[in-house]
């Protein structure tokens, strides 16, 4: 009789120890391969059949170790799209389930040189689940500003966009560029990454900027004004010397752009003389003086380096007028009244026959 004890328990133990090696194999990676596979899993699939097409899948070595480890593990495994490999303990995926870790769509946003906030919250809207008027009231959260710029995180942030009369305090600030983002992303995240490209862009001048004897949001403005003024770097230089000139002369700037701005109308649409005329703190058509040997209030798009690069270094002329061919884009440069009026008048001409 004790023979027959003797047995059984070595045959159980057996069994036990062959089991458990079997669950621990069977909980193990199937393999060292980390090709991501997309599994989905349906509202309401039982427990039973995820397991069943993780083994069809080839994601797991066994169904029956996974199914003892979900009888024993709670928890409510959750629908969608998961990124698994074979290199994934199944006790992995289990948790990437229970914690609802899906697989999420990523989006292209591209926000072109030149354009401006509002433009901005366009592409954000069309392409995510954010609506214009959401994205444009935290871009105005002063809380919200003064956090970033008490951040030091971006070094180019001070005070001066939370100034009375500014109409959208990070205009300028956030640098045109393509960008991904996950579906899910948040206002925050994609105003500070934009930020944080900015920063990336704006390091090389850093130096040429903080000694320019202007303030970092003094030359912003200045290169939107010249990114919406000219095209071409070589252009952009000439116009950034005239505007400075001006600035330093007293001069008005005399850009129709910041008119535009100033009355929120696109480079396209129409402008009557009195809007050419408003008194807002952008407009530098201004004829009264209160413009003179000044610049907007802030920048009037976002700018791009070449457009940074061409206001720190302006070309070595002395113009103080241009005009640009509205036909060709091409700009022509003068150093006195006359001639700008006598170009002006010869383009008129030249686009009115053509």
Same mark, same amino acid.
């Given at each position: 009789?004790?023979?027959?004890?003797?047995?059984?328990?070595?045959?159980?133990?057996?069994?036990?120890?062959?089991?458990?090696?079997?669950?621990?194999?069977?909980?193990?990676?199937?393999?060292?391969?980390?090709?991501?596979?997309?599994?989905?899993?349906?509202?309401?699939?039982?427990?039973?059949?995820?397991?069943?097409?993780?083994?069809?899948?080839?994601l797991i070595r066994s169904e029956y170790p996974l199914l003892a480890y979900l009888f024993f593990h709670g928890g409510n495994i959750q629908a969608g799209d998961y990124?698994?490999?074979?290199?994934?303990?199944? $006790?992995?995926? %289990? @948790? =990437?389930?229970?914690?609802?870790?899906?697989?999420?769509? !990523? #989006?292209?946003?591209? *926000?072109?040189?030149?354009?401006?906030?509002?433009?901005?919250?366009?592409?954000?809207?069309?392409?995510?689940?954010?609506?214009?008027?959401?994205?444009?009231?935290?871009?105005?959260?002063?809380?919200?500003?003064?956090?970033?710029?008490?951040?030091?995180?971006?070094?180019?942030?001070?005070?001066?966009?939370?100034?009375?009369?500014?109409?959208?305090?990070?205009?300028?600030?956030?640098?045109?560029?393509?960008?991904?983002?996950?579906?899910?992303?948040?206002?925050?995240?994609?105003?500070?990454?934009?930020?944080?490209?900015?920063?990336?862009?704006?390091?090389?001048?850093?130096?040429?900027?903080?000694?320019?004897?202007?303030?970092?949001?003094?030359?912003?403005?200045? $290169?939107?004004? %010249? @990114? =919406?003024?000219?095209?071409?770097?070589?252009?952009?230089? !000439? #116009?950034?010397?005239? *505007?400075?000139?001006?600035?330093?002369?007293?001069?008005?700037?005399?850009?129709?752009?910041?008119?535009?701005?100033?009355?929120?109308?696109?480079?396209?649409e129409g402008i009557t003389i009195d809007e050419l005329l408003d008194k807002n703190p952008y407009n530098t058509r201004l004829t009264d003086g209160t413009m003179n040997?000044?610049?907007?209030?802030?920048?009037?798009?976002?700018?791009?380096?070449?457009?940074?690069?061409?206001?720190?270094?302006?070309?070595?002329?002395?113009?103080?007028?241009?005009?640009?061919?509205?036909?060709?884009?091409?700009?022509?440069?003068?150093?006195?009244?006359?001639?700008?009026?006598?170009?002006?008048?010869?383009?008129?001409?030249?686009?009115?026959?053509?």
């Amino acid at each position: 009789m004790k023979k027959v004890v003797v047995i059984i328990t070595i045959v159980f133990l057996v069994l036990v120890c062959a089991l458990g090696g079997f669950y621990v194999w069977g909980m193990g990676a199937k393999s060292e391969n980390n090709e991501i596979k997309i599994f989905t899993i349906l509202p309401g699939t039982s427990k039973q059949d995820i397991v069943k097409n993780l083994a069809k899948e080839g994601l797991i070595r066994s169904e029956y170790p996974l199914l003892a480890y979900l009888f024993f593990h709670g928890g409510n495994i959750q629908a969608g799209d998961y990124e698994l490999s074979e290199n994934m303990p199944p $006790a992995k995926m %289990v @948790d =990437k389930f229970i914690a609802g870790e899906v697989k999420l769509e !990523t #989006v292209k946003l591209t *926000f072109l040189e030149g354009s401006r906030i509002t433009d901005y919250g366009e592409v954000i809207a069309e392409n995510l689940d954010i609506p214009l008027k959401t994205f444009i009231d935290k871009v105005n959260d002063k809380e919200y500003l003064q956090n970033l710029i008490k951040s030091e995180e971006y070094w180019f942030l001070t005070e001066e966009i939370l100034q009375d009369g500014i109409y959208y305090p990070l205009e300028g600030y956030l640098y045109p560029n393509t960008y991904e983002f996950y579906e899910n992303t948040t206002m925050e995240n994609i105003i500070e990454t934009l930020l944080k490209e900015t920063k990336k862009q704006l390091e090389p001048y850093k130096e040429a900027i903080l000694n320019s004897g202007y303030t970092t949001h003094q030359i912003l403005t200045m $290169a939107s004004i %010249v @990114d =919406k003024e000219a095209k071409t770097l070589d252009n952009r230089k !000439t #116009v950034s010397q005239v *505007f400075w000139t001006r600035l330093r002369d007293n001069w008005s700037l005399g850009s129709d752009v910041t008119s535009y701005y100033g009355v929120q109308k696109d480079l396209t649409e129409g402008i009557t003389i009195d809007e050419l005329l408003d008194k807002n703190p952008y407009n530098t058509r201004l004829t009264d003086g209160t413009m003179n040997g000044k610049l907007p209030i802030g920048p009037i798009c976002n700018a791009d380096v070449t457009s940074i690069e061409a206001t720190l270094n302006p070309s070595p002329t002395n113009y103080y007028y241009f005009v640009a061919n509205v036909c060709t884009g091409e700009v022509f440069f003068q150093t006195t009244s006359a001639e700008f009026e006598q170009k002006a008048s010869e383009l008129r001409s030249v686009c009115s026959a053509n």
